[in-house]
């Protein structure tokens, strides 16, 4: 919401809702959104029809992709295509000459409006990320520094991996490393592994409660604990 521009808005909610990378999204034509579907593709620009600019042939960007299609989960989902709609509406400046390239994310700056963001440096983007989160009184991360646009594609793998509702009524939750792994078009599963971290916070708030529980405490107590641990032990005394 502390974005200043349409543009802004709907390339970060695709950041974090689709895990891509930036490099993935700045390539990324208007062909390759789906509004009425709801699906975003990321091509590797040198399987185009057309012929890509050396620039972009120069810069190793789909590394490990396997699979073209992506997964973004609701309602980020619907967030992304929301914003969307008001970008291409208001902002975006659509291309006079046939048969040339619709990238679909363009510069907003009045001097060079209207030209792809393909080129632009991952700086100047991450700045403007930095300026909005400051904004918007994002607390910096456990490390004191500062979150970054790459830290929505960690959001993405950490959801996924862990917290991604696979079978509510069992309580199960979070997808195969594997499959997580295709989905971000990671080279190497170590790369994907190292989303696993918040599984074991979650492991430790269960040890502690398990503990609390042998402790004898009493029911008044035991509901300041997290509900779904609570109905954990409750079905182990069972």
Do not use: C
Not at 55 to 67: A, D, N, T, W, Y
Not at 81 to 98: D, G, M, R
Not at 134 to 144: E, I, M, S, T, Y
């Amino acid at each position: 919401n502390a974005a200043t521009s349409w543009r802004d808005k709907a390339l970060w909610l695709l950041l974090a809702a689709s895990g891509i990378r930036m490099s993935e999204a700045r390539n990324m034509l208007l062909e390759d959104v789906l509004p009425d579907e709801q699906k975003v593709y990321v091509i590797d620009p040198t399987k185009r029809r057309f012929q890509p600019p050396p620039s972009v042939l120069m810069q190793p960007r789909f590394k490990g992709r396997e699979i073209a299609a992506t997964y973004l989960f609701p309602p980020l989902r619907q967030q992304f295509f929301s914003a969307l709609e008001q970008y291409l509406k208001l902002e975006y400046v659509p291309t006079a000459k046939p048969g040339e390239a619709k990238f679909l994310f363009q510069y907003d700056e009045p001097t060079r409006r209207g030209l792809p963001l393909v080129n632009a440096s991952d700086t100047a983007l991450t700045n403007s990320f930095k300026k909005a989160a400051r904004k918007a009184n994002v607390p910096l991360r456990f490390d004191g520094r500062e979150y970054t646009v790459h830290s929505l594609r960690h959001l993405y793998g950490v959801y996924m991996l862990n917290d991604y509702p696979v079978d509510v009524s069992n309580r199960r939750y979070g997808l195969p490393l594997t499959d997580v792994q295709m989905l971000m078009g990671h080279a190497k599963i170590s790369s994907t592994q190292m989303y696993a971290r918040a599984k074991r916070d979650r492991l430790m708030q269960k040890l502690e409660a398990s503990d609390q529980a042998l402790l004898h405490l009493a029911p008044q107590e035991l509901k300041l604990l997290p509900v779904a641990i609570v109905e954990g032990l409750e079905r182990g005394h069972d």
